[in-house]
């Protein structure tokens, strides 16, 4: 079947590296793959993380989108809850000015963080409940499209810079209310099958109950995969083995080297953990798993994240998927 190829970085922090060693990594993947001729490239959000350096999805953006010439360029997501819906529009609108065409605002309601994390984050203002989120999305899109209510709380308000064409809006989800929340509004829905591999019923139902919008007149849906390739299905493995210790590990510290089980530098906690889905193995192991998940969703678009300690080899990785899906 054919679908469109994009990537989602959580910009990771290789055990030995720093910080800004992984947020130049994300930069080198992102001229990649616009090489590579993927079609987008999203970067998550994530708080109080020593393993994932992507806190601040709006400046890896800019830094992305000015180093890339062809791919779009987003958030994959900014966890909306934590933010005032201007400043978001205000900052993606800001992204649309400088790179016109290619900016994506994709919306998580997760908090990417533990709960102390989400309250500081709030500080100053009020942390909103996720029952708050629908009519945050709404106040979103209408500062986005200039359609505020002159009867609401936003009367008066403009996001500014204003721009011909907003910022392209998707919401992220993992579970049924945020897919029936993007059927009510009529957008663009990406489904984390990494993290929860039992969605396509979901978005079955998200598909039936879309009401189309002024700017999406039909369903639009991605699916959110991880994989890791290799040369062979034994290196492909191999390769894995830093992220099922790091998960392992409650997600603590950098992501290890492969088949490090140091216990001084990452602790196993719980070997009970449930593992999330990943796809591991060579190219053609790789594109048949592939294939099989985009089909059970009806996927127009898989969205790769892919973590690993070494950043060849996680490179690698998406060009053995391009190669292979080349066509597709």
Known sequence: MTFK??????????????????LRNSIDLARACDRMGFHRYWVAEHHNMEG???????????????????IRVGSGGVMLTHYAPLKVAE??????????????LGLGRAPGSDQAT??????????LSVEYYPTMVQELRQLLHRTVPQDGPLSGINA?????LAPELWLLASSQDSAAIAAHF?????????????????????????????????????????ILCAETN????????????WRSTGRRGGIPRPGDTDPSRFPVTDMTRPESPMIVGDPSTVKRKLDAVVESYEADEAVVVSICHDHAARVRSYELLAEVLDGN
């Open 186 to 226: 009529g957008l663009p829905l990406s489904w984390a099958h990494f993290i929860n591999a039992e969605g396509a019923p979901i978005c079955t139902a998200y598909r039936e109950q879309f009401k189309p919008s002024e700017k999406v007149r039909e369903p639009q849906l991605s699916v959110g995969v991880a």
């Open 52 to 70: 994932l350096a992507g806190s601040s999805p709006e400046i890896l953006i800019g830094h992305i989108a000015e180093n890339t010439e062809r």
């Open 234 to 245: 034994e290196a492909a493995e191999q390769l894995a083995t830093s992220l099922k210790i």
């Open 160 to 164: 500014r810079p204003y721009t011909d």
């Open 118 to 127: 989400a309250r500081a984050l709030a500080r100053g203002g009020q942390q």
């Open 5 to 22: 190829l994009s990537v989602l970085d959580q910009t990771p922090v290789p055990a030995g590296y720093s910080p800004g060693d992984a």
């Open 91 to 104: 900052n993606f609108q800001v992204l649309q000015a400088l790179h016109p065409g290619r900016i994506d």
